[in-house]
């Protein structure tokens, strides 16, 4: 048995929903045709959650069938199993976020295989070939705009930290990517740590508080998805360091938009799940009925301050719990 972060008692996920044409579970009646499954990098986090509700929306409105699965923790062997019985199933397309760019290649390669046509939102695979759509972030940019945010907040010299969950994620890869290449455009900065908790925000706690032992004049923490600004954030309330060390997180969960509002949090750069989730059924629906499938596209990110977190319009940009 595992837990995830979020409380999370098993091994997957599994839920379904019915298009609004349907009146019965079509996890097991849709046609192979309106049949889709969306399978999460992790199982109830807020930022899946929410691609899921965007996905659910337009599966609702395009009459398909919706299941909806995920490993209970970010891991390869976990999501594997979950795409190996999800292949088994032969829907008509899967939307996937791969927890890993090239370890998921051979599990994604047996959806297609078996028929069903594959869509990557948020993460991808490295491998050209594989996805008729890759709907996510720019995320490359999401790191130069965390930069450009923390750079701000500490007036443009000083340490700083970067923080991702491992290596070999598509997105977060890329956020650090983005990150280091604006920051060595600030020649006051130094960049002194870069760390790999895993998915796991005890671990990246404790990172963080080791890098405050090291460094006590940190200056700057970029943590690249919501486990690891978690994680940062708890260090610097454990160290008294609120508001003195500043804290730029991507993502814009509940918790983190609270966090915001309460000064732990000086920037968001916060993500669009819900058209990434309903831009994932669109293209699979296309892909289904031979219409013309966009090949990548991108959603948007904003940055999230205490100045205009209230703002009407960044409302879209907020992250759900429950749809
Ligand atoms: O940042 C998102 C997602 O974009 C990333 O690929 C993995 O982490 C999150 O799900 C947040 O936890």
């Known amino acids: 048995m595992t837990v995830n ?5 098993a091994v997957a996920l599994a839920l379904t929903v ?3 044409c349907g009146g019965s579970d079509s996890s097991s009646s849709g046609t192979g045709a309106k049949k889709l499954t969306l399978i999460q ?3 109830n986090e807020p930022f899946y ?4 509700c965007g996905a659910k929306a337009e599966a609702a409105k395009l009459g398909a069938s919706l299941s909806v699965q995920a490993p209970a923790q970010w891991d390869v062997a976990q999501q594997t199993q979950v795409v190996t019985s999800v292949a088994a199933s032969r829907p008509g397309a899967v939307m996937i976020a791969p927890v890993d760019k090239d370890a998921m290649a051979g599990p994604i390669r047996q959806l297609s295989g078996n028929g069903s046509k594959v869509i990557f939102v948020d993460t991808e695979l490295t491998d050209p070939s594989m996805g008729a759509s890759r709907i996510s972030s720019d995320n490359k940019l999401g790191g130069q705009l965390a930069a450009q945010a923390l750079a701000g907040q500490i007036g443009d010299k000083g340490k700083v930290m970067v923080l991702a969950p491992t290596r070999g994620i598509a997105t977060t890869d890329d956020r650090v990517t983005g990150f280091k290449e604006e920051i060595a455009k600030h020649p006051g900065i130094r960049l002194v740590s870069e760390q790999y908790p895993g998915d796991d925000a ?3 706690t404790e990172l963080v ?3 405050l032992s090291k460094n006590p004049d940190l200056a ?5 998805n919501l486990v690891t600004g978690e994680g940062s954030g708890a260090s610097l309330k454990q160290a008294k360091k609120v508001g003195s060390v500043k804290l730029v997180e991507f993502d814009a969960s509940p918790k983190q938009v609270e966090d915001l509002k309460a000064g732990t949090i000086q920037a968001l750069i916060s993500q669009e799940p819900l058209e990434i989730g309903r831009e994932g059924v669109d293209q699979a629906m296309n892909a289904l009925e031979g219409k013309p499938v966009t090949k990548q596209i991108r959603t948007r990110l904003v940055a999230v301050t205490k100045n205009n977190v209230d703002d009407p319009a960044i409302a879209k940009y907020l ?4 749809c």
């Open 209 to 211: 508080n080791g890098e």
């Open 202 to 204: 005890g671990k990246a």
């Open 220 to 224: 700057g923490i970029f943590a690249s």
């Open 49 to 52: 959650i929410s691609m899921y």
């Open 319 to 322: 992250y759900k719990q429950t």
């Open 18 to 20: 019915t298009g609004a």
């Open 5 to 9: 972060r979020y409380g999370v008692v």
């Open 41 to 43: 990098g992790i199982a």
